[in-house]
């Protein structure tokens, strides 16, 4: 009987590296804008996102409340970065493991991405600071899904309310409670008062409007803590003529179906929650092997550069980056922005075997939208103070440059042109209540596990 030798154990084959000059994790401002510098200078770049888009975060409040088109918010990487095709590759994927100290990227699907350089532009996710129920029934507002979600739960809670009313049923105030009275809680509370006092007022019937209530909640003693006193009077000011109730000083104890319980055991009766109360570093960061620091972000030198993780940048709301004067930026769009470009700057000169530069960002301040004709901004390092309609009008200015493509321009200034002067909403979102049913019990959609990466 002839023997045969007994078949050895099969191994799985090491999964093929592919290599890169740079690979960069987020497509949001920061990687966006690091790839592009470094795509014009002809470096080779491998960009990663779950998304095969870029989402311009500023205005995802106007897109939940039918301002803009989804679109406009929305434009996808390969036209933003089609003049540096050559050089920018760019590739759709869910990452599931990140390792710094060899400066490795895995997806999902297996592949191993490697970079001489390995840039961390993440962003942040949505914190509910372990509320009870904020995570299962609150509607966070951090992405396109996001977005697309409040608007369809907007417009079915509307539909329902409308119908029960109609048909004689009981009459019970419908709510809406925005919890965070940061700049973009305010913003959101603002559009979405303006579209009761007018769209809903005459699109379904002025009685109705008015049993509909917005509330603007914040454990803080204040609205737009980044702001000075003065812009902070005017916007609450400003927000109770239209109608917001404002509640300061209540942390927010659970998140019912029914509306919110406040810590004072105050209830709030709201078919609609809001989530703007804050935002924390992706799981990404950790996972990845980095030491983070304040907020769950990694501190980072002058540089951008990540201490003792050599060819490691750590950009935008993922990084903790201090100035000059050793004062942490604020995560904003502007620094992200800034932030991309500069280290586009330094991974040239490593390439090339120079020395990176620290970081020297440019204070533009910042600015809030409240309502038509009404907005608060504090521009330049001296923070010169401005509000109502010329605030309003350099909201639009700035916002309108913001946005990338023509096109996405074009269509924000005829929808602002539109919304501001008449009651029409006709970016209209199917209301799909049993597919955002099932998204829920997923978890929300913009609060990413490790294997996410969020736009910055």
């Avoid at 406009?72 to 036209?79: I, K, S």
């Avoid at 509909?212 to 812009?231: A, C, E, R, Y």
């Avoid at 404002?246 to 019912?256: P, Q, R, W």
């Amino acid at each position: 009987m002839t023997q045969h030798p007994a078949a050895e154990p099969s191994h799985p084959e090491s999964p093929t590296v592919l290599d890169h000059d740079v690979v960069i994790v987020g497509a949001g401002f920061a990687g966006l804008y690091a790839a592009k510098k470094l795509g014009r200078a002809g470096v080779d770049v491998l960009l990663l996102d779950q998304n095969p888009y870029h989402q311009f975060q500023p205005l995802l409040y106007q897109a939940a409340t039918s301002q803009i088109a989804i679109s406009t918010v929305a434009r996808p990487l390969r036209e933003i970065l089609r003049g540096e095709r050559d050089h920018v590759k760019i590739r759709t994927a869910r990452v599931a493991d990140v390792d710094a100290t060899t400066k490795t990227v895995t997806t999902e699907d297996g592949l191993v991405y490697r970079g001489k350089i390995l840039v961390i532009a993440v962003g942040t996710e949505p914190n509910f600071f372990n509320t009870p129920g904020a995570r299962e029934l609150a509607y966070p507002l951090y992405s396109v899904d996001d977005a697309t979600s409040l608007s369809s739960a907007m417009l079915g809670a509307l539909e329902r309310a409308a119908a029960t009313q109609e048909a004689g049923g009981e009459r019970r105030p419908f709510g809406v409670a925005v919890v965070g009275a940061g700049p973009t809680g305010v913003e959101t509370a603002g559009a979405i008062a303006e579209n009761i006092n007018a769209v809903v007022s005459e699109q379904y019937s002025p009685d109705f409007a008015a049993s509909i209530n917005v509330h603007l909640i914040d454990m803080g003693d204040t609205v737009l803590p980044p702001f000075s006193k003065q812009s902070q009077k005017y916007t609450r000011r400003s927000l109770q003529d239209l109608g917001i109730i404002i509640h300061l000083g209540a942390a927010v104890a659970s998140v019912t179906e029914n509306g919110v319980t406040l810590a004072d055991d105050t209830t709030i009766p709201a078919g609609i929650v809001v989530w703007t109360a804050g935002l924390k570093a992706s799981g990404l960061l950790g996972a990845a092997g980095l030491p983070t620091g304040r907020g769950g972000r990694v501190d980072v030198r002058p540089d951008l550069t990540v201490p003792d993780f050599p060819g490691v940048y750590v950009l935008g709301d993922a990084a903790n980056i201090v100035d000059a004067k050793g004062r942490t930026l604020p995560q904003l769009g502007s620094v992200a922005k800034q932030s991309g470009q500069w280290a586009a700057d330094n991974i040239q000169a490593e390439l090339a075997g120079q020395a990176p530069t620290p970081f020297g960002y440019r204070d533009l301040g910042f600015m809030a939208m409240i309502g038509r004709g009404h907005a608060v901004a504090e521009v330049t390092p001296r923070r010169f103070q401005i509000n109502g309609l010329l605030a309003f009008l350099s909201w639009l200015a700035v916002h309108l440059v913001l946005l990338s493509g023509m096109q996405q321009r074009i269509a924000a200034l005829v929808s602002w042109f539109r919304d501001y002067l008449t009651t029409s909403r006709p970016q209209v979102v199917v209301y799909q209540p049993q597919q955002y049913a099932r998204t829920r019990q997923r978890g929300t959609t913009a609060d990413r596990s490790t294997t996410g990466v969020n736009n910055d």
